[in-house]
Every structure is written in C-alpha cells, then in structure tokens.
Nanobody
C-alpha cells in the first residue's frame, strides 16, 4: 500500500521553528521527486517546496524562500521540511506529496 505519513506539526510562536517529517512506504521512495504543499483555511492548496530524487535540486514558493528548507533521506524513506522564522500566514495544514498524498499535519503560528 502506497502511503505517506506526516508528523511534526504543532503550535509555535511567530519567529519560531518547526521540522516536519514525512515517512514513505509501499513504493521506491528514492525514485520519486517529492513536494510539500499547504492549505490554509478558506484557501486552495498551494505548493511550498519540491526536491529532486537525489536531493540536489530544490525549489520553493516565493513566500517561503530563505525561511524553509526541504530535504530527504532516501535511506530512511523520509522527506523533511525545516521551517524557520515562522509567520502567522504560514498557518495551514501541510501535506507531503509524491505518488500519493499524506493526510496532512497542522501548523499553527500564533502568539
């Protein structure tokens, strides 16, 4: 069964950091480019960051450039998103995406 399971979300103050993880199973993880998306209340799901199969190439939405870092550990079938300098507008459900979608993890940035 192809599956993606996110974790690491939570409540954080503005300026804080969180690290999201996404564990993959049921497919050959190292063969797939992977992405993070997010969906805020009342808004459409939007692209956040993407990474190539080997991890050498990454790309980011303008809104998170310089603050978020996507990475992967192919030996552990895991995708990461390091989020620094978080802002209230980063509040959303964050989804891992590859050959399928994860269930999402809530990130709330509030004082």
């Amino acid at each position: 069964q192809v599956r993606l399971v996110e974790s690491g979300g939570g409540l954080v103050q503005p300026g804080g950091s969180l690290r999201l993880s996404c564990v993959a199973s049921g497919f050959i993880f190292r063969n797939y480019p992977m992405n993070w998306y997010r969906q805020a209340p009342g808004k459409e799901r939007e692209f956040v960051a993407g990474i190539s199969v080997g991890g050498r190439t990454t790309n980011y939405a303008d809104s998170v450039k310089g603050r978020f870092t996507i990475s992967r550990d192919n030996a552990k079938n895991t995708l990461f998103l390091q989020m620094n300098s978080l802002k209230p507008e980063d509040t959303a459900v964050y989804y891992c995406s590859g050959p399928t979608w994860g269930q999402g993890t809530q990130v709330t940035v509030s004082s």
